[in-house]
C-alpha cells in the first residue's frame, strides 16, 4: 500500500520561503508522475506542480516563477521550494501520485502566510 507523508509546512511572513517534502513508501517501482496540490477554505482543491520521472515538469499559472517542484526517485521524495510566497499561497498542501486504480494522497500540511 502507497503511503504519502508531507512536512515542512509552517507559518511564514509574505515574501518568505518554505520548502515543503513528501516521502513516498509501499511501491517498489519509481512513480511516474508526482504532484503537488493544494485547498485553501472553501476552495476546491488544485493542482500546484507537477514533475514526471524524467524531470519535466508543469505549474499552476499563480506559482510559475515563484515555487520549484523537484524530487529524488532514488529517495521516492518530492520537494516543493516555495518563495516569494503570498497570503493567498495558504492553503493545505498534499503530495499526490498516481496509483494503479485511483491516486494515493499524502494527510497533508499546513501553509500559512501571513504578517
Known amino acids: 500500500q502507497v503511503q504519502l507523508v508531507e512536512s515542512g509546512g509552517g507559518l511564514v511572513q509574505p515574501g518568505g520561503s518554505l520548502r515543503l517534502s513528501c516521502a513516498a513508501s509501499?511501491?517498489?517501482?519509481?512513480?511516474?508522475?508526482m504532484n503537488w496540490y493544494r485547498q485553501a477554505p472553501g476552495r476546491q482543491r488544485e493542482l500546484v506542480a507537477r514533475i514526471s520521472s524524467s524531470g519535466g515538469t508543469n505549474y499552476a499559472d499563480s506559482v510559475k516563477g515563484r515555487f520549484t517542484i523537484s524530487r529524488d526517485n532514488g529517495q521516492n521524495t518530492v520537494y516543493l521550494q516555495m518563495n516569494s510566497l503570498k497570503p493567498e499561497d495558504t492553503a493545505v498542501y498534499y503530495c499526490?501520485?498516481?496509483?494503479?486504480?485511483?491516486?494515493?494522497w499524502g494527510q497533508g500540511t499546513q501553509v500559512t502566510v501571513s504578517s
Open positions: 509501499g511501491s517498489r517501482f519509481m512513480f511516474t508522475v
Open positions: 499526490n501520485v498516481p496509483i494503479v486504480g485511483g491516486n494515493a
